[in-house]
Every structure is written in C-alpha cells, then in structure tokens.
C-alpha cells in the first residue's frame, strides 16, 4: 500500500498517483488523524491480499 502525501492537490496528479499503484492520496499539511485514519483504511482494504508489485512514480511525484 502507498499513501501519497502531496502539496500539490490537483486531479490529475491525484489521478496519476492512483494510476501508477498509489492507494490513498492526502493534501499537505496531513493532520495526524486523517494520516491514522488512511493507514488504517489501506490495512483494512489490504488484509488477505498477497501480490504486490513495483511502481515506477512519474516525474514530480516520486
């Protein structure tokens, strides 16, 4: 699972980071709440799941 923390919040990065395997994307500045709440929602979303693969971020985004 990838949580994406980005200053930059528009649509299209949002969509490039989903695109490339990211699970959660959250605006800069993360309140401590919102980022437990997003690790505890991939956890759940990722339980029972055994395949991972590797991601290569476009420019900007890594």
């Not at 980071?17 to 437990?36: C, H, I, M, N, Y």
């Not at 505890?40 to 799941?49: N, Y």
């Amino acid at each position: 699972p990838v949580i994406l923390l980005s200053g930059h919040h528009k649509q299209h990065l949002v969509d490039l980071a989903r695109d490339a395997g990211a699970t959660g994307v959250l605006q800069k500045p993360v309140r401590s709440e919102e980022l437990f709440q997003a690790i505890a929602e991939v956890r759940g979303a990722d339980e029972g799941s055994s395949d991972t693969r590797e991601v290569t971020l476009p420019v900007g985004l890594g």
